[in-house]
């Protein structure tokens, strides 16, 4: 099947209720096979990849969206990167060590006093944050719960991952206008009857004609999103500098170099000793080494 990595809009005439709809394809397989994700923090990455997707194009200016899930048990952290360029890129951290079972849930995984955080950094212009303890047992739920109390936004929130696809469905109340309390309801009970496989098989107008085919959406031209890293040597050598001279020569003065590794696409960088020589502008490995020879 070809991929399909869409954003789709669509609203309610006549109702003051937004939607939108993303299915990511090649995006999410490019995530998951750059690194080896258990089962468990795989389909929750993938949820939260289609829920950055989703809130990103809330976006007004340029800028980046980032969406935070942190936890202090076996999983510690998940985030997504969305940008006002329609890319994004996403990463898990957790303890590679413990045993996670393909089922467990993401309460589980994360422990006690998580929180659940999105992070507004424009091009130009000072970042915003919200942060919320996390509650609910699932992405959408934890999502619905920061949007009501962050935002102060009604928002229904379905998502859905598997090896091989994300996507999720995004219904919003518009706050500026009155919405009749029982046209809210019947909308959200429609969309929450959408399975997993609908979401993650069907694109976005066989799935909203199946919800929705009762009160059509207008919906609009989709978007196509894509995955970018914007890691680069030049940052790395940002951050070594930022070290220091002491400990970035420490460390190749005893392993011969030092490699950087991107938590996003796994992308290697490799500084030699020559490498860090010419970054710091001074023979900084040779005077570690001669340092450690006269405290000898």
Not at 40 to 59: K, Q
């Amino acid at each position: 099947m070809q991929d399909r990595d869409l954003r789709t809009r669509f609203i309610f005439d006549g109702m003051p209720v937004r939607g939108l709809h993303v299915r990511l394809d090649g995006v999410w397989r490019h995530i998951v096979g750059r690194k080896h994700y258990p089962a468990a923090i795989r389909r929750a990455l993938g949820e939260l990849l289609a829920a950055g997707a989703l809130l990103s194009s809330n976006l007004k200016l340029e800028g980046t969206l980032t969406v935070q899930v942190q936890g202090k048990g076996r999983l510690k952290m998940l985030v997504v990167e969305a940008t006002s360029e329609h890319t994004c890129r996403a990463t898990a951290r957790w303890d590679e060590t413990a045993r996670i079972g393909d089922d467990e849930s993401l309460r589980s995984l994360l422990g006690e006093n998580g929180i659940f955080a999105i992070t507004v950094q424009p091009k130009d212009g000072e970042p915003w944050q919200g942060i919320v303890p996390l509650e609910g047992g699932g992405i959408a739920q934890m999502l619905t719960h920061y949007m009501l109390n962050s935002e102060q936004l009604e928002t229904h929130i379905t998502l859905a991952a598997d090896d091989h696809t994300a996507a999720g469905l995004l219904l919003q109340r518009l706050p500026e206008e009155r919405l009749d309390e029982d046209a809210w309801a019947h909308l959200t009970a429609l969309a929450d009857t959408v399975k997993a496989g609908e979401l993650l098989g069907l694109d976005a107008p066989q799935l909203l004609y199946r919800l929705f085919h009762e009160t059509p959406p207008r919906v609009f031209e989709p978007e196509t999103l894509e995955f970018a890293c914007t890691c680069s040597r030049g940052k790395v050598s940002d951050m070594l500098l930022m070290l220091g001279g002491a400990e970035v020569g420490s460390v190749v003065a005893e392993q011969g170099s030092i490699e950087i590794d991107c938590d996003f696409c796994n992308e290697k960088y490799v500084f030699d000793e020559t490498d860090v020589n010419a970054l710091f502008g001074a023979d900084i490995v040779r005077a570690v080494k001669q340092e450690r020879q006269i405290l000898q």
